[in-house]
Nanobody, 121 residues
Protein backbone atom coordinates (compact mmCIF):
# COMPACT_ATOMS: atom_id res chain seq x y z
CA UNK A 1 0.00 0.00 0.00
CA UNK A 2 0.92 3.63 -0.41
CA UNK A 3 0.26 6.38 2.10
CA UNK A 4 0.37 10.14 1.70
CA UNK A 5 0.71 11.99 4.99
CA UNK A 6 0.18 15.74 5.05
CA UNK A 7 1.27 18.22 7.70
CA UNK A 8 1.57 21.95 8.17
CA UNK A 9 -2.00 23.18 8.14
CA UNK A 10 -3.44 25.43 10.79
CA UNK A 11 -4.90 28.80 11.63
CA UNK A 12 -3.17 31.94 10.39
CA UNK A 13 -4.10 35.59 10.05
CA UNK A 14 -4.59 37.16 6.66
CA UNK A 15 -1.23 38.10 5.17
CA UNK A 16 0.53 35.27 6.95
CA UNK A 17 2.29 32.20 5.62
CA UNK A 18 2.05 28.45 5.94
CA UNK A 19 4.10 25.60 4.53
CA UNK A 20 2.38 22.32 3.80
CA UNK A 21 4.28 19.06 3.47
CA UNK A 22 3.20 15.71 2.09
CA UNK A 23 5.33 12.58 2.38
CA UNK A 24 4.61 9.48 0.36
CA UNK A 25 5.60 6.08 1.69
CA UNK A 26 4.96 2.40 1.11
CA UNK A 27 5.04 0.33 -2.06
CA UNK A 28 6.46 3.00 -4.36
CA UNK A 29 8.26 2.20 -7.57
CA UNK A 30 8.28 5.77 -8.82
CA UNK A 31 6.33 8.98 -8.44
CA UNK A 32 5.19 10.99 -11.41
CA UNK A 33 3.29 14.21 -10.81
CA UNK A 34 2.51 15.46 -7.32
CA UNK A 35 0.16 18.23 -6.43
CA UNK A 36 -2.07 20.06 -4.02
CA UNK A 37 -5.80 20.49 -4.27
CA UNK A 38 -8.22 22.23 -1.95
CA UNK A 39 -11.88 22.06 -1.12
CA UNK A 40 -13.77 24.80 0.63
CA UNK A 41 -17.16 24.15 2.24
CA UNK A 42 -19.87 23.86 -0.37
CA UNK A 43 -17.40 23.96 -3.24
CA UNK A 44 -15.79 21.42 -5.51
CA UNK A 45 -12.23 20.28 -5.03
CA UNK A 46 -9.90 22.39 -7.16
CA UNK A 47 -6.28 22.29 -8.23
CA UNK A 48 -3.93 24.58 -6.35
CA UNK A 49 -0.57 23.60 -7.82
CA UNK A 50 1.09 20.67 -9.52
CA UNK A 51 4.68 19.61 -10.14
CA UNK A 52 6.01 16.91 -12.43
CA UNK A 53 8.85 14.54 -11.67
CA UNK A 54 11.08 16.77 -13.76
CA UNK A 55 10.15 19.87 -11.78
CA UNK A 56 7.74 21.58 -14.17
CA UNK A 57 5.03 23.41 -12.30
CA UNK A 58 1.62 24.85 -12.91
CA UNK A 59 -0.60 26.90 -10.63
CA UNK A 60 -4.20 27.92 -10.37
CA UNK A 61 -4.64 31.61 -11.03
CA UNK A 62 -5.71 32.12 -7.42
CA UNK A 63 -2.26 31.16 -6.13
CA UNK A 64 0.07 32.56 -8.75
CA UNK A 65 2.66 34.83 -7.21
CA UNK A 66 1.75 33.74 -3.68
CA UNK A 67 2.15 29.95 -3.64
CA UNK A 68 5.21 27.90 -4.51
CA UNK A 69 5.20 24.15 -4.99
CA UNK A 70 8.39 22.12 -4.72
CA UNK A 71 9.42 18.52 -4.20
CA UNK A 72 12.25 16.48 -2.79
CA UNK A 73 12.41 13.33 -4.87
CA UNK A 74 14.86 11.67 -2.48
CA UNK A 75 12.31 12.04 0.32
CA UNK A 76 9.20 11.40 -1.82
CA UNK A 77 7.88 14.67 -0.42
CA UNK A 78 6.05 17.61 -1.94
CA UNK A 79 5.74 21.03 -0.35
CA UNK A 80 3.45 24.00 -0.76
CA UNK A 81 4.72 27.34 0.50
CA UNK A 82 1.78 29.70 0.84
CA UNK A 83 2.43 33.39 1.39
CA UNK A 84 0.17 36.41 1.69
CA UNK A 85 -2.72 34.18 2.64
CA UNK A 86 -6.27 35.44 2.23
CA UNK A 87 -9.50 34.37 3.96
CA UNK A 88 -10.63 32.89 0.65
CA UNK A 89 -7.73 30.44 0.85
CA UNK A 90 -9.52 28.75 3.75
CA UNK A 91 -10.12 25.13 2.79
CA UNK A 92 -9.05 21.56 3.36
CA UNK A 93 -5.88 21.01 1.36
CA UNK A 94 -5.28 17.58 -0.14
CA UNK A 95 -2.04 16.12 -1.40
CA UNK A 96 -2.18 14.10 -4.61
CA UNK A 97 0.42 11.87 -6.23
CA UNK A 98 0.50 9.71 -9.32
CA UNK A 99 2.51 6.69 -8.25
CA UNK A 100 3.60 3.48 -9.87
CA UNK A 101 3.00 0.81 -7.27
CA UNK A 102 6.07 -1.39 -6.79
CA UNK A 103 3.97 -4.50 -6.16
CA UNK A 104 1.66 -4.27 -9.15
CA UNK A 105 3.63 -1.92 -11.43
CA UNK A 106 0.32 -0.20 -12.04
CA UNK A 107 -0.14 3.55 -11.94
CA UNK A 108 -2.54 4.83 -9.31
CA UNK A 109 -3.77 8.25 -8.26
CA UNK A 110 -3.34 8.57 -4.49
CA UNK A 111 -4.76 11.15 -2.10
CA UNK A 112 -3.81 12.27 1.38
CA UNK A 113 -6.31 12.64 4.18
CA UNK A 114 -6.37 16.42 3.97
CA UNK A 115 -5.16 19.19 6.23
CA UNK A 116 -7.24 22.19 7.28
CA UNK A 117 -6.01 25.68 6.46
CA UNK A 118 -7.96 28.51 8.03
CA UNK A 119 -7.14 32.15 7.30
CA UNK A 120 -8.75 34.69 9.57
CA UNK A 121 -9.45 38.26 8.50
Amino acid sequence: QVQLVESGGGLVQAGGSLRLSCAASGSIFSINAMGWYRQAPGKQRELVARITSGGSTNYADSGKGRFTISRDNAKNTVYLQMNTLKPEDTAVYYCNAVIINSNTHTTYNYWGQGTQVTVSS
